[in-house]
């Protein structure tokens, strides 16, 4: 789902936001021990294991809470080039540090 809702925000950029963010949230997912951990618990895990300070995310949950609510915006092809690089960055870090098990310690930390 992760890597289909990536590329329907390229394809679509009313909905890229959603989209994106949507993509962030299976990530999250993955991190909860339970299906009734809260995800408030979660995010300062995933944070932590994939490197990025809250404030990297920020602009990809801005520009999905409107089309969440009903209320569809047009995102330009430069905020939705921004939160598409954001999400692929740390899917490409989930991916190298869960799945494949490599290290991403010294890698930057994303803010």
Same mark, same amino acid.
């Given at each position: 789902m992760c =890597? @289909?809702?990536l590329r329907n925000a390229s394809l679509n950029l009313h909905d890229a936001g959603m989209l994106c963010y949507r993509a962030i949230e299976t990530i999250m997912q993955d991190f909860k021990v339970s299906e009734d951990e809260e995800s408030k618990i979660t995010w300062p895990k995933v944070q932590s294991s994939l490197r990025f300070d809250k404030s990297f995310v920020e602009p990809v949950n801005r520009c999905s809470k409107s089309n969440r609510h009903g209320k569809p915006i047009f995102l330009n092809a430069e905020n939705a080039r921004d939160i598409i690089r954001r999400s692929l960055l740390l899917v490409g870090r989930y991916s190298r540090s869960k $799945? =494949?098990? =490599? @290290? $991403?310690?010294n890698e930057q930390l994303l803010k």
């Open positions: =890597l @289909s809702d $799945i =494949l098990g =490599l @290290s $991403i310690a």
